[in-house]
């Protein structure tokens, strides 16, 4: 189906791409400075700031509590903007939603970002949560069943790196993974995938500005043939936690995502594909207002809490 119109209203206020070098404190701050004010903002029992004490040391998080309860699920949730943008500001409201939608208490991870963090600093800041968050279980009131992880775009990379990463260790505590229209393959070469030129242009994220938009990671030191870095590049997905790819009809990284998904599937991984139809790369960030869209937090919590 085409765009959706609400979508398209937007996009056809937004400027066309003139090549301009990018500045990411000047887009950091144009970011931030859309964030709505507390009192605007999902209610939730309990929302606080916090920092987790890891071996990669200080990370900020920020920890929402749905409800109050005895115990709870834990949902550890990497934030998307191309390795260099995002924070946990700009995704407080993902963040509200998927706590509220999954009954979860959601950490969110405020980790270190390109250019001024190099390979693989953010990563290993987000296992490092991960694993900071199965060893707080008690003080967070874990109740030692679901530790998911779940992440938009380049925070749905690090949710199949970490996935990746824990499986190679022997850390078999995540039960669950979320992608959110990831991005798996940092190799831009637009016959790799039929939505890179579907999807070129027009729609948001336009496949001409993948390179300069993830250079900042790739300049840092992310090697796109290390499957940590495009986790599609991974050979054996077997062992893997169950999955959910959430993807986009109009998104240059449609086919990546839904190829990966059926990877995990072929492999003998429980998982979920399921496409968005009329929408476009960071619809659950930029559009989750319109109902269509919002769904994507019931189904993440449909996935989290079947039986």
Known sequence: MSIHPEIAKILATLP???????????????????????AERLPLHA?????????????????????????????????????????????DHVARSLAKETGHKVISVGYRRAPEAAFPAGLDDCYAVVRWAAEQGRSLGWDG?????AGDSSG?????????????????????QVLFYPSLDLDFDVDRYASLRENAE?????????????SF??????????????????EDLAGLPPALVITAEHDPLRDEGELYGKRLQDAGVKATVSRYEGANHGFVQNFS?????YRAFLETGDFLNKG
């Not at 069943?145 to 992880?149: G, Q, V």
């Open 289 to 293: 207002w319109i109902p269509e869209y």
């Open 16 to 38: 066309a791409p003139d090549g301009s070098p990018l500045h990411p404190e000047a887009m950091r701050a144009g970011e931030e400075s859309m964030v709505p004010p507390l």
């Open 47 to 91: 929302v606080e700031d916090a920092t987790a004490q890891t071996p990669s040391g200080d990370v900020p998080v920020r920890i929402y509590t749905p409800i109050e309860s005895d115990a709870y699920g834990l949902l550890v949730y990497f934030h998307g903007g191309a390795f260099f943008l995002g924070s946990l500001d700009t995704h």
């Open 202 to 214: 027009g729609y948001g994220l336009e496949t001409a500005g993948l390179k300069p938009f993830n």
């Open 145 to 149: 069943k679901n530790l998911a992880i």
């Open 217 to 234: 990671y790739l300049d840092s030191g992310a090697n796109p043939a290390d499957p940590l870095v495009s986790p599609i590049k991974r």
């Open 156 to 176: 749905g990379t690090f949710v199949a790196a970490v996935a990746a990463k824990a499986h190679d260790d022997g850390f078999e505590a995540i039960t669950h």
